[in-house]
């Protein structure tokens, strides 16, 4: 079935239904339409910032610069 059939099939079918039911279809069209906006949000960050070099310093490998010789004080 094409997307314009089964929009017009289900305009037929939502031109049957009484207001509070139709109000039911609405919301539920309303969830699933942000529900994909949340997910084309979230895959474009997620691009984003695999190819950003901001975190990279986590990576980094390097030696502590502090020793338990640099400690003044042990607390128990």
Sequence with gaps: ??????????????????????????DFVEY????NENRIIAEGLKKLSSGSEALYFLNDKEEDIYTVCDVKEEYK
């Design 1 to 26: 079935m094409t997307r314009e059939e089964l929009i017009k099939k289900t305009n037929a079918f939502m031109k049957k239904l009484p207001s509070d039911k139709l109000s039911e279809v609405y």
């Design 32 to 35: 699933l339409f942000s529900k």
